[in-house]
């Protein structure tokens, strides 16, 4: 709409321009037409009324006094030239050879002869002005030719420029009047229009397949809108029930994959306990003078295959328990001192910014976190490492968070494994069951904090832990 207004003022501001400038050139061409008319009245009557002979050698006296009150009637410069274009007579008391020419053109007198009208007008500008300057023939009452008339006319558009200005003023003034209602207009007529639109839009942004999403009801005239809603609402249908088959498949192949990880981790220790078993069997004779060692050995054989598998359903049993939220406010800082204490490996250093950083977390959880990812800095560095080997704990502040960051300098973490380095049962190593970074992600995330890592292939690994610190009420 405000487009549109724009091109009309602007069409209609050049129109108005256009016709005013052909109005001008009409108005100065009949004002010329009409004086160079009444002029040639006044000559005639002037060569009747003289005494003298009306001949061309005659002309600068017949018109000696005449052509001054001739000039001063009509508001009029005149000059009279003969047949061969000398300057006879002009009402201009001290001719000047800047203004006036005392011999005309050559082409001048070509195209006054050769016309049909036997009239010639030439248009010049002169200092920002423009002239229109009349050659037409004196004849008498017998249509003899005396003389030729020149009436030089000064263009003057300062009345007409003046309207023009005022029009423009005018129209400008309204179109801007009009450009605030259309403004106006526009403003509301596009919210009433985009309303619902805006609505579907807002839904169609909060629609996650993770969550349950609300159908849109909006009471709308429009056919195209109405039908817009009913296909999101269908598709919200749609979403919803392959959302539930989803994680019900989800589940279901969690559930599979985590029994195919448990027997595959229990067989581990039954094959060796089984072997044990027979070979204990065959070997078995009560009066072999070394019975009680062996029934030791094999006793302590059995023993450490159950605390194997004892540690494979701790793993599993503490993977599966999602953190409590105790929310207990604890100092961070004291509280990843003491996680580290239980390490004996000279190479890990602890820095911290501050003395206390305050945060609620649960006290076990936190480390369970800290020991996890130290466990696996030292896990990630190998014996023939080429350098000393390092891991860096350090606590600091980050605005309204903690961050807690462990890094290695081991062989980093290779490009295939990357993402999967949090997935449950994922490991590189080749003992464990690859759940300890999964527990990690699962405890971080459910106190709303993430954890992310950077690695450089053979420089080392940064992992960093980012949770919300606690908030005081002052």
């Known amino acids: 709409m405000i487009l549109l207004i724009i091109i009309a003022s602007v069409l209609i501001a050049g129109v108005t321009i256009y016709q005013y400038n052909e109005e001008a050139y009409d108005y100065h061409k009949e004002r010329l037409e009409r004086k160079e008319e009444n002029i040639r009245q006044s000559i005639y009557y002037t060569l009747k009324e003289t005494t003298w ?70 248009k010049n500008e002169l200092n920002g002005e423009t002239y229109q300057s009349s050659y037409t023939y004196v004849t008498d009452n017998k249509f003899k030719r005396l003389a030729i008339l020149n009436l030089p006319y000064l263009e003057n558009d300062n009345f007409l420029q003046k309207e023009l200005n005022e029009f423009l003023k005018r129209l400008f003034y309204a179109y801007i009047v009009m450009i605030i209602v259309a403004v106006v207009t526009a403003f509301y007529l596009s919210k009433y229009i985009t309303l619902s639109l805006k609505t579907i839009s807002d839904k169609i942004n909060a629609t996650r397949l993770e969550k349950r999403n609300q159908k849109i009801t909006i009471n709308s005239s429009s056919e195209e809108i109405n039908t817009l809603v009913k296909s999101y609402n269908s598709m919200i249908d749609e979403l919803e029930e392959s959302a539930i088959k989803l994680a019900t498949n989800e589940r279901e192949r969690a559930w599979r994959e985590m029994a195919k990880q448990v027997a595959h981790e229990i067989k581990n220790p039954l094959t060796p306990m089984r072997l044990s078993v027979q070979s204990f069997q065959r070997k078995f004779d009560p009066e072999d003078p070394e019975i009680e060692n062996k029934v030791n050995d094999f006793s302590k054989t059995l023993i450490q295959q159950i605390d194997t598998m004892s540690s494979i359903a701790s793993a599993f049993s503490n993977f599966a328990e999602m953190p409590a939220q105790k929310n207990e406010t604890l100092n961070v800082v004291k509280i990843v001192k003491l996680a580290l ?34 466990k696996n800095g030292i896990q990630a560095i190998p014996a023939d490492h080429i350098r000393p080997p390092k891991i860096v704990v350090q606590v600091s ?27 449950p049962k994922f490991t590189t190593k080749t003992s464990g069951m690859g759940l300890g970074l999964a527990m990690v992600k699962n405890i971080v995330e459910t106190y709303q904090g993430i954890i992310s890592f950077t690695t450089q292939k053979g420089k080392g690994t940064v992992f960093s832990v980012i949770f919300p610190k606690a908030i005081h009420n002052t």
């Open 397 to 423: 502040e980050l605005g309204d968070n903690v961050r807690i960051e462990v890094s290695d300098n081991g062989l980093g973490i290779s490009d295939e494994n990357k993402e999967k380095i949090f997935e």
């Open 53 to 122: 002979p009306p001949t061309a050698e005659n002309i600068p006296l017949i018109f000696k006094d005449e052509i001054y009150k001739i000039a001063e009637i009509h508001k009029l410069q005149i000059n009279l030239y003969d047949l061969d274009g000398e300057l006879l007579k002009s009402s201009r008391a001290n001719i000047s050879n800047d203004t006036i020419n005392k011999c005309l053109p050559a082409e001048v007198l070509n195209a006054l002869a050769n016309t049909v009208e036997h009239r010639y007008v030439e």
């Open 341 to 374: 204490d239980i390490f004996n490996e000279d190479y890990i250093e602890f820095l911290s910014e501050k003395e206390e950083i305050v945060a609620k977390f649960d006290r076990t959880q936190l480390i369970r976190v800290v020991t996890n990812l130290v």
